[in-house]
């Protein structure tokens, strides 16, 4: 059974950092695409990040410059290191695999995990 749990989340000020993890298990992660969700209350889902698996990534203009989407095929693991935190960086936050590849990752349509939240105070 695949399951990817994320942890990290918490309290940051404005201009903060934090650093989200994805952690996979019945799941070879080097074999597929990752990439992270957010939702904001009361809002839609959205993909931030998404990495390939020679390492290429993308980014949601809202993100590009202050996240950065990493893996770490060792350790089956997924990151989200995230810089100059914003208020409306608040959410909750998503690991999941679009499968082989990060195009059209923002349509993915799969089960989501529990997430992880993040709360970023002004």
């Known amino acids: 059974q695949v399951q990817l749990v994320e942890s990290g989340g918490g309290l940051a000020q404005t201009g903060g950092s934090l650093t989200l993890s994805c952690a996979a298990s019945?799941?070879?992660?080097?074999?597929?695409?990752m990439s992270w969700f957010r939702q904001a209350p009361g809002k839609e889902r959205e993909g931030i990040s998404c990495v390939e698996r020679d390492g290429g990534t993308l980014y949601a203009d809202s993100v590009k410059g202050r996240f950065t989407i990493s893996r770490d095929n060792a350790r089956n693991t997924v990151y989200l290191q995230m810089n100059s935190l914003k208020p409306e960086d608040t959410a909750v936050y998503y690991c999941?695999?679009?499968?082989?590849?990060?195009?059209?990752?923002?349509?993915?349509?799969?089960?989501w995990g529990q997430g992880t939240q993040v709360t970023v105070s002004s």
């Open positions: 019945g799941l070879t992660l080097e074999y597929y695409a």
């Open positions: 999941v695999s679009p499968g082989y590849y990060c195009r059209g990752y923002t349509r993915y349509g799969g089960n």
